[in-house]
């Protein structure tokens, strides 16, 4: 962020001077007899409000799922795809390597028949290229 006007802004008051003296009252502790009661602040109906947005919450929606599905399908596939490339290289990466059996030992949800088929594909794939150099995923 750049600051181009650097003029000091009137009206601003700091703190008084260790050495001056107040002209305000003193601070006090009010009496007992003439403390307020204490009174709640939020009614019941905020409360069922509350209980209402939680169970909101906890309906899972199946866009949200679809698309987690989707995302691990798009790590596995980008992370064969690097695999590729390394093989091509000639030099392997262990942090891909870590990173394939990373995501596969993640659980993993269920969500449409064709989506589910698809990922089992791709991670039967993976499980094939661990396989290949002796790391077996759980």
């Known amino acids: 962020m750049r600051i181009d006007n650097n003029a000091r802004v ?9 050495g001056r003296a107040s002209s305000g009252a003193a601070f006090e502790i009010g009496q007992g007899a003439q403390a307020q009661e204490a009174r ?6 905020a409360a069922t ?12 929606d199946p866009l949200l799922k679809r ?3 989707v995302r691990r399908g798009t790590q596995l596939i980008d992370t ?5 490339g390394d093989l091509l290289v000639g030099r392997m990466a262990e942090g891909r390597l870590n990173q394939l059996m ?8 269920h969500s ?9 594909d791709i991670e039967l794939r993976a499980r094939v290229e661990l396989a290949k150099r002796g790391l077996y995923p759980a």
Do not use: C, W
């Not at 409000?49 to 899972?60: C, G, H, I, K, T």
């Not at 064969?80 to 590729?84: F, I, N, S, Y």
């Open 40 to 45: 709640p602040t939020a009614s019941i109906a």
């Open 112 to 120: 449409e028949p064709g989506l589910d088929a698809l990922l089992d």
């Open 67 to 69: 698309r987690k599905i």
């Open 10 to 18: 009137g009206n601003v008051t700091g703190r008084p001077a260790a």
């Open 102 to 109: 990373a995501v596969l030992s993640q659980a993993r949800e």
């Open 80 to 84: 064969l795809e690097g695999l590729r």
């Open 49 to 60: 409000s509350l209980d209402l947005l939680l169970a909101l919450q906890a309906v899972e």
